[in-house]
């Protein structure tokens, strides 16, 4: 674990939070000092050696917002959005006197997301953010496709045939619609899809069972993360993906039941709003 430039160890706050049950350690850096984000996101993680966590969230000034998120995952490996994480976030700036205004700005890798916050006895409860437009160009997902969507694309994954649809929330995702995604063995299955060949970036993937025009279900493997009880840009991905197939209708709340809660996610011309619950498990003081 790394340690404090003097070679003493630093004790570090740091918040325990979650949104749908993808728990996350939360750091403020306006107050405290952090080094080699990565390598602490790491050990931070573990849960048998660490706090435990999907991974590491840093909350950081920012110029140009309220506040910067930057998420790392169990791997070390940054992620440039995270859809129940920025809920945290922003339940984080609000709660502890950062800044508490009814609409926040936070600054990701994939840009200013904007939250609207809902109290509940003076604390945030839930948070509606504004994750701005899917991206379906193959190039800018990124996928290695042909064309100007990638919509129900015959593929050959790990040896089984699937109907792929592929769309960037600020981060890649494939979906894949079927029968009930519980009964699919993911620890097997995930693997294949984060390093398939045509995803150079390797993807998230959300396996989806459409249970009426309304309503969603879904599991998800996370790369550098494998399952989370929930991904809030694999929901938002999911209800794009379910439009774009005829599944489910633009501009229509649509409830996505994940295993760790649910969300409620709507997709228009303009954007793809997602809506959840933020909630602080434990704080506490880390030696690193």
């Excluded at 953010?129 to 496709?145: N, R, S, T, Y």
Aim: hydrophobic share 40%; with cysteine; glycine share 12%.
């Amino acid at each position: 674990m790394p340690v404090a430039e003097n070679g003493e160890k630093q004790r570090l706050a740091f918040t325990k939070m979650h949104g749908c049950a993808n728990d996350y350690v939360y750091i403020s850096c306006f107050d405290q000092s952090v080094h080699d984000f990565s390598e602490l996101a790491v050990d931070l993680s573990d849960r048998h050696t660490g706090i435990g966590g999907d991974g590491v969230i840093f909350i950081c000034p920012s110029k140009i917002a309220d506040a910067q998120m930057r998420m790392f995952n169990l791997d070390g490996s940054e992620g440039k959005m995270c859809g129940n994480g920025v809920r945290c976030v922003a339940k984080f700036v609000y709660d502890s006197g950062i800044a508490q205004k009814e609409v926040l700005r936070i600054e990701t890798l994939s840009g200013i997301k904007t939250c609207r916050v809902h109290l509940e006895n003076g604390l945030v409860s839930a948070v509606t953010v504004d994750m701005g437009k899917a991206q379906l160009v193959p190039g800018e997902i990124p996928v290695l496709f042909e064309g100007e969507r990638v919509v129900a694309q015959p593929v050959e994954i790990g040896g089984q045939r699937y109907a792929i649809t592929c769309v960037s929330m600020g981060n890649p995702h494939c979906v894949v619609f079927g029968g009930d995604p519980d009964t699919l063995d993911l620890e097997q299955i995930g693997p294949h899809f984060e390093y398939f060949d045509r995803f150079p970036e390797r993807i998230n993937t959300e396996f989806i069972e459409v249970v009426d025009r309304h309503t969603l279900k879904m599991r998800v493997w996370e790369r550098g993360s494998g399952e989370t009880m929930a991904c809030g840009t694999g929901a938002c991905a999911a209800v794009v993906a379910a439009c774009l197939n005829g599944y489910c209708g633009k501009g229509e709340d649509v409830r996505v039941l994940l295993r760790g809660g649910t969300l409620t996610i709507r997709y228009t011309d303009d954007g793809v709003w997602m809506t959840g619950n933020a909630d602080t498990v434990f704080t506490g003081v880390v030696e690193i």
